[in-house]
């Protein structure tokens, strides 16, 4: 292709790029100006490199308002690494059930599935709390979690992949004599490793990210997450420290980027080894 | 080394019916070829042999054991499939060992047996790769590898060649032929080519409609067929049939232009008038001065042979194979020599042979 007929794709991608950045990077500098200049409005684009402190202090003693950062991420990643496995594991055992074994009212089952769909967090928050209320799982970290890992989106989409998988595959391995569980844990999540990462990615950032839910359910300041404690830095009473707030933010950015930069190596390689 | 009986073996999806009572009997190392059209129940039987799916009715006796109700793995078959069906997440080696693992063999013994079959089917180098990195052909090595390293009772191959492009299929027929001898064990091979079936089979069994036809030898499948079906089937070009009634107290047929030719291996039983259709092959029709005129319509030159496909005056399409290049006219004269005669049934299809005295 000639570098002609591709500068105004390059320029789209461009502008989507500095669209992207331009926001995390006014939080970077942010981060690293005097609190009181950003009250201001003097929101300047050039860093202070002297004040990096911030993210040190952020980090081990948090901001007026709220606990240690360090802690809150870890609740942040402990909550969504357990919703993504616990939605994952469901997920593939109920997609394989609908997928490979005939029982009565199979299709019935996948169907009540199917419609939980229209049902998500937001809608059925008040039963669940009262729910989990029953269960005296208010302010505990299962109250925090369980909730969120039912998952009718992924179920689907495991399923489509199930359903792409040839018959003959299953065939071979039963002939080798491959049981349900082997055949479940030796070919079809290995077959299925591709897709497997792509959800893990989106579940992860789809749990990091949860705010109603854990505003609800968990009051106690043990359980903070770190969308909760940012939230919570801003106060109303006291002066609110931007450049805390900001630093938050960008340490809030990191896992999420760590979880989609190492999982995209690795399904990409799911990708391109996969045989179909 | 084992014998496989098979009874009165019905399939039915809901209503349709797919098999209607299929009876086999496989002497031990015997390789017996099923062939049929495309749709016909090949791949239905030999999933029911190999216990992916439950027969209707019939028994299946394997060893003297009847393993109808047993599970795939239970029955000591292996399969090699179309499509090959490798494990597209394991390299050639585990391909071929995961079978075993599952039976819980010994490590030492799990590579002495991978390697063995490695080093007959040339995959020594390959053991490494991941299906994807092979060709076609290697990658039917590997599924046979992996049918190998089981020693099964017995084997089961569904249309394992049709994926293979025309040189590589025929490498490999020769090969598993080769194979399944030395290794003397019991083979069900499916498939709807009629070259694959004659060069592979000890014996054939023609499927017609989920019917067993006829099943017998390779020669005498081809040299006796057993109807019309069986007839235009087997050999390459189909065998021309002519309609034609029994004549002169059962011992002529009298064609649709009148002619009346005496059959050569004696007389047919039924009435004068009864309803005949002769077969005769493409390459047993002679050139003759004073015989039929023979329209040429198409000329495919083979090489060592050449098909003229035309027609007769009747109207009657037929087909005539000559060796080397074949003659150039247009028209040309042809005769049906009574030696070459298959005479069947006109309305049942059934061949009709002559009758002993
Ligand atoms: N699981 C099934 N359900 C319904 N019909 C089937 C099923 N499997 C095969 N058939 C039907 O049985 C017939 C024979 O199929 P098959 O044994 O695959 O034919 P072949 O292998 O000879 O081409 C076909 O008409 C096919 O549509
Ligand atoms: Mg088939």
Known sequence: ?276 | MATLVIENLRKSFGPVAVLHGVDLALASGEMLVIVGASGCGKSTLLRLVAGLDAPTSGRIVLDGRDVARLDPSARDIAMVFQNYALYPHMSVFDNMAYGLRIRGLAKPDIERRVHEAADILGLRPLLTRKPRQLSGGQRQRVAMGRAIVREPKLFLFDEPLSNLDATLRVQMRAEIRRLQRRMGVTSLYVTHDQVEAMTLGDRLLVLHQGVPVQLATPMEVFGRPANTYVAGFIGAPAMNFLPATLASQGTAARFADGTIQRFADGRRAGADGHKLTIGIRPEHVEFEPGGQNFQVDLVEPLGSETVLIGRLASGQLISVKVAGAGPRDETLMVSFPASAFHVFDGTTGLRIDPVVN
């Open chain 1, 1 to 276: 292709m000639s570098g002609r007929a591709d500068w105004p794709a390059h320029t789209v991608l461009a502008l989507g790029v500095l669209l992207f950045l331009v926001p995390v990077w006014l939080l970077l500098a942010g981060s690293t100006l005097d609190p009181a200049a950003i009250s201001r409005g003097e929101l300047s684009m050039v860093p202070d490199l002297r004040n990096l402190g911030v993210y040190g202090t952020v980090l081990t003693e948090g901001a007026p308002g709220v606990g240690p950062v360090w802690r809150m991420m870890l609740v942040s990643a402990g909550m969504a690494l357990a919703i993504a496995f616990g939605k994952i594991a469901i997920s593939i055992l109920s997609a394989y059930a609908v997928t490979f074994f005939r029982f009565p009212l199979r299709m019935v089952a996948f169907w009540i599935i199917f419609i939980t769909l229209m049902l998500p967090v937001e809608v059925r928050i008040i039963p669940t709390y009262s729910v989990m209320s029953d269960l005296h799982l208010i302010n505990t970290f299962p109250g925090l979690t369980i909730p969120l890992i039912a998952s009718a989106t992924a179920t689907l989409l495991f399923r489509q992949t199930f359903l792409a998988i040839p018959d003959e595959l299953v065939e071979a391995a039963r002939m080798d004599g491959a049981g349900p569980w082997r055949f479940l844990k030796d070919i079809l999540i290995p077959v299925s490793a591709a897709n497997l990462a792509a959800l893990f990615v989106i579940l992860f950032v789809y749990g990091w990210n949860q705010y109603l839910w854990p505003l609800l359910v968990a009051t106690d300041p043990s359980l903070d997450t770190i969308v909760i404690g940012i939230v919570k830095m801003i106060g109303t009473e006291t002066q609110t420290e931007w450049n805390k707030v900001m630093a938050a933010a960008v340490l809030a950015l990191l896992p999420p980027i760590l979880v989609v930069v190492l999982m995209q190596r690795w399904f990409v390689k799911g990708l391109t080894e996969g045989d179909k």
